[in-house]
């Protein structure tokens, strides 16, 4: 498959249109064709007006109140994986507009995707890769496995296949929970993800102008403490089904696992997902 015989989608909404105009110069200096999917502006549209939210489960799972630009991008990736489900093809990569797209990019993106021909879905961007487990390498050099403990964080740049869209659009039409912790929830939607040991992109410096919210704005999301039992009790839940994903699930050696657990304490790391907190 020719790199570009991928479409690529990126999500950008009106009001960021520095953004756009980034994106766009990336474009034209690799030569990499974007397809833009206006983004839905959490900011915009009032908690009254939204659609498809289980506002109740999400305060159960999330011990919080749901961001306006978290229900922005959850609707806007929906949006972008329609579009792509619309198009007919067999594999896209979805991007967000504030990612650094360099020129080896599209050849390391085909390249993974041929090296885990499983795969519905593959993440390029994460924020943590704790209990990372190998699966495989591909031609371009790139580590590709799951991780023991996450979330991992991020959906800045995704390949996605078509059944694999097919089944996320399906399970998560109704959110009640952030979208990157949503759809790395591989184990509960079907799919088989995977990520990359290292991130394919970087970032440009209009990141630091968020869309959704800094530490202060989470915090004040969070429900009173006795209130955020129940989500303690799903991300419990939800770390013993992401280890039976990973080790029982996954295709690779025994030493991998090992690796995995090399110089960390199991119960000490479990603590860490029990008590995440976004």
């Not at 064709?33 to 159960?60: A, C, M, T, Y």
């Not at 190998?134 to 580590?143: H, N, R, S, V």
């Not at 290292?198 to 009173?224: C, H, Q």
Request: positive net charge.
């Amino acid at each position: 498959m020719s790199p570009q015989h991928l479409a690529i989608y990126l999500i950008n909404i009106d009001r960021a249109a520095d953004r756009l105009a980034e994106m766009r110069r990336q474009s034209a200096e690799f030569s990499i064709e974007l397809n833009r999917v206006e983004g839905v502006d959490g900011q915009v549209h009032p908690s009254e007006d939204w659609i498809d939210v289980d506002v109740r489960l999400f305060l159960k799972r999330n011990g919080r109140h749901i961001l306006p630009g978290e229900y922005g991008c959850y609707r806007s990736h929906l949006l972008a994986l329609e579009r792509f489900l619309a198009g007919g093809r067999d594999a896209a990569i979805v991007v967000e507009d504030d990612i650094l797209l360099d020129d080896t990019f599209l050849a390391r993106a085909v390249s993974a995707m041929n090296a885990a021909p499983d795969a519905d879905v593959i993440k390029f961007v994460n924020h943590r890769w704790k209990g990372f487990r190998t699966f495989t390498t591909t031609a371009e050099g790139d580590i590709l496995g799951r991780c023991i403990f996450g979330p991992q964080g991020s959906t800045a740049g995704y390949l996605v296949t078509l059944s694999g869209a097919a089944k996320i659009v399906s399970k998560l039409r109704i959110m009640s929970l952030p979208w990157d912790v949503a759809i790395e929830r591989g184990w509960d939607n079907g799919t088989s993800l995977y990520s990359t040991r290292s991130n394919l992109v970087g970032f440009t410096r209009l990141r630091k102008k968020t869309m959704i919210g800094n530490r202060e704005t989470y915090f004040s999301a969070k429900l009173p403490t006795w209130r955020r039992i129940p989500a303690h009790c799903f991300r419990t839940m939800d770390f013993f089904r992401r280890l039976h994903y990973v080790l029982v699930q996954s295709r690779t050696s025994r030493c991998n696992i090992i690796d995995a657990f090399k110089g960390r304490r199991l119960v000490e790391r479990f603590m860490i997902a029990l008590t995440w907190h976004r």
